[in-house]
């Protein structure tokens, strides 16, 4: 018998139906997507610290490296932490951990102390979401999910998405320094609500166990593979640090010996990430197009800004100030999207959203040096639009088909294949531009054209790779305790 198929669990803890619902997703929804922002906003601001910090790119890039690289070693051990540590403190630690960078990164007088910031930043933010989707799992009947659900896309969707446009307009009327210092108000007033609101809703096991391998073979499993993924861009410049396939292979090797140790200890329930959620053919396959989803909307994130400004010849705030609309589309959707979720299930949302996603990335295809702004804009709306129609399905249906003690390790399991599937789409789309682009010039194309020949490449296979994916669209199905479910409602 699958997970799918077995019947769903009793709430994780008694206190479950007393919490009210309401003000603890509000409060961790605004958290994360503070802390989700910043995982975006120095690819813009990238050029004025290097002027003001000295450093070169390469080196300047490890502000964005360094982060994912803390994101994919953390965010595998939140399994554990949620099950092992009460819910408040595990969002203390969460929050402290991202003022605590924050704060360095505001004061940082040299380039080590900044990036020493960011990684302190992405300890705490990597926890933020698994806790997030956790507390709505336990919390939020079956029949109400979709509706949070939805609520939380637009910290996942929109957070990257809009983090370049404000930092563009931070940009544009002070230094760097202010990334930080407008955060730090909002992250330490979420600390003290968090005080008053957020309660202890999970159940936790004290005897867990830590095992002290497997985060070893975890942290250097994702971080080779994240670090390998991430250099791929340098590597097709002849930047890259090290040959890129020396990360990638030890990550791969050393994550295939996690995976392994993972299925010995999860027998005696001592897994650091419990896989037994792939059991579930609902996770496994929303798993799978989360990734090809997140890998579309990161690689178009790296990809528009370049061909906006290196193509079309448009400053910085121009470009934050277009891709915003699409950004804020994807949030205004995301609620009633999670409510025709509730009602329709995911089917009716899925299937046009993958079709739409693949037909914008079609159109993104067509970009070249003589492509008018407008349809640029149209065709960035259209993609938001199918990836707004996918994201809380998927997310739903996924961890909607669990037992509540798998939650934990569902949410760190989703929140570890988004950083991998952002770092693969990212040096899939840079990778395919540079190579084409550094054929082009070659040939004695000159650079605006060799640029803009790089950008219809990588989004053309982009493209064929959504399109490959439509069809498995058709199977995902709405978990059996969403649609049965005789919850009370939402307080």
């Known amino acids: 018998m699958t997970l799918q198929d077995s019947p769903p669990e009793t709430a994780s803890t008694p206190t479950t139906p007393a919490v009210k619902a309401g003000p603890v997703i ?92 960011r990684i302190v930043q992405a300890s705490g933010t990597a926890i933020m979401m698994p806790l997030l989707f956790t507390t709505v799992l336990t919390i939020v009947p079956a029949s109400h999910r979709g509706r949070m659900m939805g609520v939380i896309t637009i910290v996942i969707a929109v957070a990257p998405a809009v983090g ?38 999970t159940k936790t096991r004290p005897d867990a166990r830590f095992d002290v391998l497997s985060v070893v073979l975890s942290a250097v499993g994702f971080g080779g593979l994240i670090f390998g993924l991430s250099s791929i861009g340098e590597a097709a410049a002849g930047e890259a640090p090290v040959p890129i396939w020396i990360p990638l292979v030890v990550g791969s090797v050393s994550l295939v010996a996690f995976v392994l140790r993972q299925l010995q200890l999860q027998k005696v329930d001592g897994a650091l990430l419990d896989l037994r959620t792939f059991q579930s053919k609902t996770f496994s396959l929303a798993v799978v197009l989360v990734v090809i989803v997140m890998a579309s909307l990161f690689g178009s994130l790296i990809l528009l800004p370049i061909y906006l400004q290196q193509v079309l010849g448009l400053n910085v705030l121009s470009v934050g100030l277009m891709l915003l609309p699409g950004g804020v589309l994807m949030g205004v959707m995301a609620p009633f999207v999670g409510n025709a979720f509730d009602r329709f299930g995911p089917t009716p949302l899925v299937i046009p959203g993958m079709v739409i996603a693949a037909g914008s990335l079609w159109g993104m295809a067509t970009f070249d040096a003589g492509t008018t702004v407008g349809w640029v804009i149209a065709v960035h709306l259209g993609l938001n639009l199918g990836l707004g129609l996918v994201f809380t399905p998927l997310l739903t249906s996924a961890l ?84 049965e479910s005789g919850n009370a409602p939402v307080h």
């Open 26 to 117: 509000a409060l961790l929804v605004i958290a994360a997507f503070v802390v989700i922002l910043n995982e975006t906003v120095m690819g813009v601001a990238l050029t004025p610290i290097m002027e003001d910090l000295g450093v070169t790119a390469a080196t300047g890039q490890w502000l964005t490296t360094g982060f994912l690289l803390t994101m994919a070693v953390v965010i595998p051990l939140t399994g554990f932490l949620l099950e092992r540590f009460p819910l408040r403190n595990v969002f203390f630690a969460a929050m402290i951990l991202f003022s605590t960078g924050t704060l360095i990164g505001a004061l940082a007088p040299t380039f080590e102390v900044l990036l020493a910031g």
């Open 164 to 201: 370049p446009t404000v930092s563009g307009l931070i940009l544009s009327i002070a230094t760097w320094h202010f990334l930080f210092w407008s955060v730090l108000p909002i992250a330490l007033i979420a600390l003290a609500l968090g005080a008053v609101w957020v309660r202890n809703v």
């Open 400 to 483: 909607g088909s669990l037992p509540p003690r798998l939650y934990p390790y569902g949410s760190a399991t989703v929140g570890t294949m988004q950083q991998v599937a952002g770092a693969a789409g990212t040096a899939l789309f840079v990778t395919l531009m540079s190579v084409t682009a550094a054929a082009a010039l070659a040939e004695g194309t000159d650079q605006v054209a060799a640029t803009a020949a790089g950008v219809h490449t990588a989004f053309f296979v982009g493209a064929v790779l959504a399109s490959a994916a439509v069809p498995l669209a058709l199977f995902v199905r709405k978990p059996a305790d969403m649609v």
